[in-house]
């Protein structure tokens, strides 16, 4: 097994996708030249330029990819190499005219990436003869430190004939009969029933949220499936020296925005030896940090905790995007204090057309470098000086929040009112943010974790479906001292998202001390919104929140039950932010966990150096200065300045401190 | 004529839908137990299963129905029958590809219900097979009482070839000749003439309003035909003693609201022996009991005046919808002070899987016996002690609506401004819900009432279309003594929905003694909104209200005119409820119409029950305590106490009180 | 070369289209008779009524046409024939179904107009028969003064495959080669890029901005060529005393809005004697007389400064539009005043059927002479008895605003922040806006203009898509002391709407003495919005604005800057109105252009007349009266009141007074 076998001494990688095929002019030496003198280490290449590479069937053309190696060996640059597959060229797209995707909303036309059946049997033989091709001709190059598989991949909604049928035998296979699927489903609701698979409609026409959710299990699976087969053609090409990544990216709300629907980011990594990711966050006067916070924490542990790479951000992204002076730097020391050991912005230089000509780079259009090319610099130099210091940062969590993208995909199907009710991931943002400006690390799990004993907490939102084992790991867990704490909407469905039948939270309720059969959206219920169960305590339930309406006297909105050598608590709705802030501050040091003084807009991340000393990274998301005791004697790396205990460090706006003690305690 | 051949002193019927089909597991016993334990005495069963009555073609399966049947005759409860007809089974679907409706976005998919276009022969004849094998399978039930036809039908927007032939056939039988429907239609207009039948394109892209709503008025047509068809086919198994329903609903802005386009609820009448609908509302904080009271009127009215049917109201339905404690009973009393004898909750057990598994019933998922299954239980045993004194409670109204679907669709394909501007049932609610608040009992007309003596008052909210023969009925009904009033938009275009090219409003301006020729939408005119005519009266004619803006100076607003023996009032414009409120209190006595003095959130709704006894229904739509004054010698019959007039009846929130008058005056 | 031929010393022309085809009964004589009492002198017939002319292909009747023409000799009344080809009769639909356009959303169906591919050969076959016998029949005629080719013609969003063949030929003509092509467009990006001309994939799903762009140049020229086509059969009928027109409109948002993005206005002139426009305002409480005066001036420059027609705008118009009374008049003037010399309203009558039965005409539906027409009559009178003095009322302006469709469809394609970024058309309307409300006058230019010799002042708005050689021009224009004013986005992207790499804006920093290469969407920074460009001046360059928020602090916001013998001001981002207008009674003085003390709401034009006085055109947007001092003596010649120089002209609420000056000075 070599995942993340890279040795953690290794330097932080800084750097920046880069296109030489999308420059007006060629300015590779240039460029790398003032990459190095940026101190950047590291660029990502090849990605997204099939058509340059083979600009006609059989026809390839490396001269482009050969200069870009050439020039970043020269001064020092490792290479990370994309298989370029997420965007095919326009020859392709003529050779097979389905092989652009069709989608719930019908065909796809040819133009955008990522609008492909990617189990089309002729993309996938045009896939590897690209790949394969490309690997060779990587192959001589020392400075090519891994690879990157496709690019951000998703089902792409496919559901053409092809899909269908594959769906098809993906069910037969689950269920063996259709008097299984229809028991299981309920799919004698409206007459769905089927007599024989033969019946089996178009499932995009389908009410049934169970055989809906089930065809996007089926999707995410088609991607993990796809990622293992490039990993397979990568492994015969590839040295041992050489890491295989993919860039994961996450929902999406304007920004990086909680866990990504559409692919399954755990499964996925057994195909990887080290995780990467995209990070793409608010900015200006709505930075917080929060999106490098939560994406860190949670492809930290898809990859099992180790350091990973952060595939692109953004240098200035989106118009609305520009950061404010020193941002781009609290940023990348936001995302080493999560976890990353690279930093790659996307991308070097802005593009001059296409789509995303307005997603700006570290240079702007005028290649000239500009303020943004300045902090990157103080950045790089930072890196360099610090590198040592900065590698290996390892974080301890005494708190781990448990995903479900089987919940996100069930709670997404509910027929329940649009606006008002919150998704999956709105649920967990509306935690993580608090946790965030409290200063609890987290890890992030999936729900096929069993063993949660590492963990003082265990958070589950929204845990819609929940089958027996995982609810089985939940109880003892609780049993044998854990504290559990659960949402609304947690423990209702069984993997199948069938409604139990049984009493809510199903499995749960002498866990909890509680039950419900009502439920509403809470209309002119102060402090609360979204949802709102109108939970029954038992006797020995600890009562946290009432709702305060004369309709609903003698229900409970929040509680905390003692069981076995742990206990749990219930939250049956969304507490506006300042009352779910109250009741962690009373339930976090209940259940073991410290409540750092520092809050947000101060954020701290500890953790421990690869030279074993504690590390604290201080991070103001603030337009105003302030000033942080240090909590023990150290140096502040920054600075070079050494700090005893209880004497203020001070923090500039937008700017970050980092802490070393050289002792570990 | 068998309508409505019940007798009337038939109990009160009380239950819910029942779905044995979608039960995870079978609760048959306990259910019928847990029902009769309610005061339930009716379920409704069978219709949207057909997939579980014939899994496969011609292979039948009426096991759960003989379950359901058998279990409900056990415990005393009648049973209604549905078709099944209103959600086809897979195998349907495959092997009529072209069963699937095409609407004016193209083809459908096989998923939803009433996604079947009902003109297909294929349809049709398995519609036939699974109705026949239905009634012949319950034909041994005595407890069957009655049977649904479909239910909830619509055209679905059917417009595929078949509907369109069928179309241009009716067009050709309408008009003869292009050159008269040409004419007619206006269709010179953007070089829309016909110059054979052959040229007739696709309607769906038409521009021409009266082309579109000649289509829509055939496609109500071919659910009429479509019912009257089962009917002929239920006949032939049904006993005299067993109804023939239909489940009418309305139009839908979040809950029941307004009367139904696609449906010509009085034509369908004549297919039926007693009309059915459903009624959602509002709940919680915004229940009113205007949705009760309008769709009751209206299926009262459409149902000769005689008790009717609720075949679906919601126990807790939409997750925002559940009732505070006492709303469900006080609705239940609110549904039987409009005119029902029946009231079936949609339905008993919250279903556990489909596009409705948050749309809640009597039982939450867990089959609990609930707060909600206390309260029903509650009304059931109101029922059972006070059966006697509810049934056959008959309303009298000295006003009646007059509604028009022609003219609700014409205002549709008005090219009017489209936010700005009311539509049909806005407009409706508007008039409605101030005659709702002053407690005034109203019947509800279709526009092809020719006869309105029986009433003091004829309100005529938009009647946009209106022919000569409507227009001379509503003429004599004035000069003979009634009284009418009419609002903006009225009797603006012929039958055809060709604008009358007379004065406006059309053959109307002796009557109303007021004419316009200008129009426009109110911005900055204090008090109006959505619509505004600019009103020239004659002399003789009252000015009831004018415009508060210099640009429309010199022009009435509202006015009021005497015409023969009786008088006329016309509304110009969409005035503010308190304007409307202030201008009907001054002309509702003017036109005979006594004012209660009672009004929202108290609701009163008198009339004489089977003993002949004087009935009111007193109604508390508010979260606070009142009383009311008895207004003569009574019994409050849910207390049994006994008030002298004047006495103060209590009426705590969200709750109700029944009096009764032993003497008929 | 016979543009505008017409003698300037002809009278206005004042009318209304007339559709006796959309008549429910023959009212010609009436109508003409009430035209003429009214001064009326012109109507527009034919255009849009194929089906009437040519019910069945080949077969043709102008009974209407004839009894039209012969009502309006009757009464002096001359004739504009309408081309009738811009709505295909449904004949022409069924021989060719594919005649009815593809576009980016798929194929149409039958029933608006203006759904047709006008490059159908079908489609041209049959219009030119249609064309060739509709001006044989009207060929004896004295009264048709001249032809309006089509309508509103567009490309409709032609995209099937005859339109992408086409534009594939146009591609290979422009590039000769992919290779060419790949480069300019950038089509590297996303894999886009052709290995040979075959590859060329259905330009509708292109992310490429330039190739997006340039299919709309494309479209626009199909628009040309199709004008030039009728305009050559036209000529094959017409004396020479008639002219050939279009009629012309513009962009919409509610009402007429900036520059038309689908056609070019400037290139089809070329196939015009004189331009012809419709233009349709806002109206009521939100009349301005900004529509008026931005359409009037750019159709003024269309047609080389020479006076234009109004051939369409509103009488009553939409629903909401009804005018207040004076407001038909004063925007009568308002259209004189912008250089008019015709005005039709659209139309006559209010049509009774279609989807502009509520777009109201002279006549509401009842035909009664009403308000609208008394105040059509006072307009007649005042043209009859003062047409001398108002004909050939001729314009000069300091100011020319550069327009560009390229920039336009460049900045819609440039993938930038969607609600919170103007697009051109609004960076447009909010320049004109100020120099309307401070009564400057103004000419449109394109941006094919290379001489602006003739002014002292060029604005040029959003000016995204720049060339050589129109920089070349805009640089030698400031050489030579000429006065520029460029906002921000300006000169961003080459002719193929390639962002520069050079410094911004391109070719232009040495001449704004300002550069910049970081640009946001303001928040929180005050009195800007939509675009925010952080502009670094130069040493000589005076600053004048800055952004007032901390992380924008040491750029300039507003820059002025001499060059050569002029100078240039650069805006770099939206600045409020009363910022703008601050800023530009700053800067107008300083180019040579003098500030009117009068401002909004007293608008006024100034010009000469045939008669070769000065005409002064006073207009008053608003509901109080005002009174403004005559500025030389003069004679009022609405009242025929004779001012000294200071006396003042009083005006009447929407009111307007026309001061002529006996000498020209």
């Not at 057309?353 to 300045?374: A, R």
């Amino acid at each position: 097994m070599d995942r993340n076998h890279q040795h953690r001494s290794q330097p932080i990688y800084y750097g920046a996708a880069y296109y030489d095929e999308y420059m007006p002019v060629s300015r590779v030496e240039d460029d790398m030249a003032l990459m190095e003198r940026a101190g950047m280490n590291v660029i990502r290449v090849a990605e997204s330029t099939w058509s340059t590479w083979e600009p006609r069937e059989g026809e390839f053309d490396f001269t482009r990819l050969y200069r870009v190696l050439d020039g970043a060996r020269r001064h020092g640059i490792s290479v990370i190499v994309g298989t370029p597959t997420y965007a095919i060229p326009p020859w392709l797209a003529r050779k097979y005219p389905d092989i652009l995707v069709e989608t719930h909303t019908g065909p796809s036309r040819y133009g955008p990436r990522q609008n492909m059946d990617i189990t089309h049997p002729g993309y996938r033989k045009n896939c590897e003869i690209i790949i394969r091709k490309l690997l060779e001709e990587v192959q001589p190059y020392e400075n090519v430190i891994g690879f990157q598989l496709d690019n951000e991949t998703k089902p792409y909604d496919t559901c053409g004939p092809r899909a269908q049928a594959m769906f098809l035998d993906w069910l037969k296979e689950k269920f063996g009969t259709v008097e299984a699927m229809n028991k299981a489903y309920g799919l004698a609701y409206w007459s769905n029933s089927l007599g024989c698979w033969e019946d089996m409609p178009d499932v995009r026409g389908t009410i049934c949220g169970s055989l809906a959710a089930e065809f996007e299990a089926f999707q995410r699976h088609l991607v993990t499936e796809f990622l293992y087969w490039q990993r397979s053609i990568v492994d015969e090409y590839r040295r041992p020296d050489q890491f295989v990544t993919h860039n994961f990216d996450f929902d999406w709300k304007g920004c990086s925005y909680g866990i990504q629907p559409n692919v399954n980011h755990f499964d996925i990594m057994n195909g990887l030896t080290v995780a990467g990711c995209d990070i793409y966050h608010r900015s200006g006067g709505e930075l917080t940090g929060m999106e490098a916070s939560f994406c860190g924490d949670l492809i930290r542990s898809v990859n099992g905790g180790e350091n990973f790479l952060v595939l692109e951000t953004q240098a200035q992204g989106n118009t609305e995007w520009l950061p404010y002076p020193g941002q781009l730097r609290l940023q990348a020391f936001s995302l080493l204090a999560s976890g990353a050991k690279q930093i790659e912005y996307w991308h070097w230089h802005s593009i001059h057309n296409g789509i995303e000509n307005y997603w700006k780079g570290v240079l702007s259009h005028d290649f000239t470098p500009g303020v943004v090319y300045q902090e990157v610099c103080t950045i790089g130099q930072d890196l360099a000086r610090l590198g040592e210091h900065l590698t290996g940062f390892r974080r301890k969590s005494r708190v781990a929040i448990l995903v479900s993208n089987r919940s996100l995909t069930g709670i997404k199907h509910s027929a329940t009112p649009s606006e008002a009710t919150p998704q999956y991931n709105d649920c967990l943002w509306w935690l993580y943010d608090v946790l965030y400006r409290f200063n609890i690390a987290c890890d992030i799990l999936p729900d096929t974790v069993r063993d949660f004993s590492g963990y003082e907490l265990v958070i589950v939102p929204c845990l819609y479906c929940a089958g027996e084992k995982l609810i089985g790991a939940l109880r003892q867990y609780v049993e044998d001292g854990g504290h559990l704490l659960a949402t609304f909407r947690s423990f209702f469905t069984d993997e199948n998202l069938q409604i139990r039948h049984e009493s809510q939270p199903y499995g749960m309720t002498d866990v909890f001390g509680v039950t419900y059969d009502n439920f509403t959206v809470p209309m002119d219920v102060p402090d609360v919104s979204g949802w709102m169960e109108l939970l029954c305590p038992a006797e020995n339930t600890e009562v946290l929140a009432v709702y305060n309406h004369p309709a609903y006297a003698g229900y409970a909105a929040a509680t905390l039950h003692p069981f076995g050598q742990g206990s749990a608590a219930y939250l049956g709705t969304m507490l506006c932010r300042q009352k779910l802030e109250e009741l962690l501050e009373r339930l976090l040091p209940a259940f073991g966990i410290p409540l750092p003084t520092l809050r947000c807009p101060v954020i701290i991340k500890e953790g421990v150096n690869n030279l074993g000393r504690r590390m604290r990274y201080l991070l103001n998301y603030s337009d105003g200065p302030c000033a942080v005791p240090a909590p023990e004697d150290c140096v502040e790396l920054l600075s070079g300045k050494t700090y005893s205990s209880g004497v203020e460090v001070p923090l500039e706006p937008w700017n970050a401190a980092i802490l070393e003690t050289a002792d570990f305690q």
